[in-house]
């Protein structure tokens, strides 16, 4: 019984990514790091501009919790540290599905003040929801097409069989 509640999570859940793949297969990058080794990246607010609504519409919510110790390593003479943590996330459906696969996401901050923590807690959020829903990223679409996985239930049914 047990075993086959979890098939159900399952399906609700798969649908509701897809919805939201569906719903969203791309991610500007909105941002510029100056500097040496400059580079453009999709900003958190971005990220979350373009999935939030396609979750709230397919009733997901993704709840972040730490894992185990927060390390904090000083780097360089300035009072800079590098700050790592482990966040596992619940993937929920609002119907009270919950996703029985582990989502298990390393982060790492950089910072001379106070904000390390906040940055490792804001790249670990930005990757589970990339890898979760498969997103593209990148400055502009030319001509790429974004893989949208159709039949995610039917693949995670031949991962998971309820025990007879």
């Given at each position: 019984m047990e075993a086959e509640s979890t098939m159900n999570d399952v399906a609700v859940i798969a649908k509701a990514l897809n919805d939201v793949m569906r719903a969203v297969g791309y991610i500007k990058k909105d941002k510029q790091?100056?500097?040496?080794?400059?580079?453009?990246?999709?900003?958190e607010e971005?990220?979350?501009?373009?999935?939030?609504?396609?979750?709230?519409?397919?009733g997901l919510v993704l709840v972040p919790d730490v894992e185990?110790?927060?390390?904090?390593?000083?780097?360089?003479?300035?009072?800079?540290?590098?700050?790592?943590l482990t966040v596992n996330f619940k993937?929920?459906?609002?119907?009270?599905?919950?996703?029985?696969?582990?989502?298990?996401?390393p982060?790492?901050?950089y910072d001379s003040l106070d904000k390390g923590i906040a940055k490792a807690m804001t790249g670990a959020n930005k990757y589970a929801?990339?890898?979760?829903?498969?997103?593209?990223?990148?400055?502009?679409?030319?001509?790429?097409?974004?893989?949208v996985l159709a039949d995610v239930e039917a693949r995670?049914?031949?991962?998971?069989?309820?025990?007879?």
């Open positions: 790091m100056q500097g040496q080794g400059a580079y453009k990246y999709a900003s971005a990220l979350l501009t373009a999935i939030r609504p396609a979750m709230i519409e397919a185990g110790d927060i390390r904090q390593t000083p780097h360089g003479d300035k009072g800079a540290s590098i700050v790592w993937l929920v459906h609002v119907s009270g599905a919950m996703w029985p696969f582990p989502i298990r996401v982060g790492c901050g929801l990339l890898k979760l829903l498969q997103l593209a990223l990148g400055s502009g679409l030319r001509g790429r097409k974004t893989i995670f049914r031949r991962h998971f069989r309820p025990s007879r």
